[in-house]
T-cell receptor
Framework: GAVVSQHPSRVICKSGTSVKIECRSL??????MFWYRQFPKQSLMLMAT?????????EQGVEKDKFLINHASLTLSTLTVTSAHPEDSSFYIC??????????FGPGTRLTVL | AQKVTQAQTEISVVEKEDVTLDCVYE???????LFWYKQPPSGELVFLIR??????QNEISGRYSWNFQKSTSSFNFTITASQVVDSAVYFC???????????FGTGTRLQVTL
């Protein structure tokens, strides 16, 4: 149980385009979902926390107009990187939490912006 | 504020050696949770252990063991008789009742060679 999927696993796009990443909890309903970004050889940095049906809470320094998060249901959250640029190239990881303090992580999405 | 320090950036050992990965945390909360995750080259985070602040009992799981000491705010991880498959980046993380989000350490890259 407690499986989280992400789609796509890898995406390459041209500079200026928008990219949408989906995060799904497959066998449970997640009250909260989290989005992280990880640059090469660095740690995971929390970008935002989202609860179903409400606006996401962004961490300091994360542009909410650039990284759009939609948490439409208890099993789906999406992250849209708008007008992506090469510096947005990174590994994006989502996680989902039912309650308590354990998060279940997705396999990650590797974004490359040319 | 909460903080996790993993002072060892990279460790290299020969197979069958024991290795300890250090983790020191900071928090003012009395209730908190500590985690260890493994991140192999594929990128997917693998959950290893969760420990709450009220349970200082050490844990052993096969070749893995964890030493939690509140007096020194440390939660160290030991791999006994290391194997090549243990090569990965290991992250220590902290979640407090107040913040209710994970703060990751910078990670320790473990290289196990034959």
């Amino acid at each position: 149980g407690a499986v989280v999927s992400q789609h796509p696993s890898r995406v390459i796009c041209k500079s200026g385009t928008s990219v949408k990443i989906e995060c799904r909890s497959l066998d449970f309903q997640a009250t909260t979902m989290f989005w992280y970004r990880q640059f090469p050889k660095q740690s995971l940095m929390l970008m935002a926390t989202s609860n179903e049906g409400s606006k996401a809470t962004y961490e300091q320094g994360v542009e909410k107009d650039k990284f759009l998060i939609n948490h439409a249901s208890l099993t789906l959250s999406t992250l849209t990187v708008t007008s992506a640029h090469p510096e947005d190239s990174s590994f994006y990881i989502c996680s989902a939490r039912v309650g308590g303090h354990e998060q279940f992580f997705g396999p990650g999405t590797r974004l490359t912006v040319l | 504020a909460q903080k996790v320090t993993q002072a060892q950036t990279e460790i290299s050992v020969v197979e069958k050696e024991d290795v300890t990965l250090d983790c020191v945390y900071e928090t003012r909360d009395t209730t908190y949770y500590l985690f260890w995750y493994k991140q192999p080259p594929s990128g997917e985070l693998v959950f290893l252990i969760r420990r709450n602040s009220f349970d200082e009992q050490n844990e052993i799981s096969g070749r893995y063991s964890w030493n939690f000491q509140k007096s020194t705010s440390s939660f160290n991880f030991t791999i006994t008789a290391s194997q090549v498959v243990d090569s990965a980046v290991y992250f220590c993380a902290l979640d407090t009742g107040t913040a209710s989000k994970l703060t990751f350490g910078t990670g320790t890259r473990l290289q196990v060679t034959l």
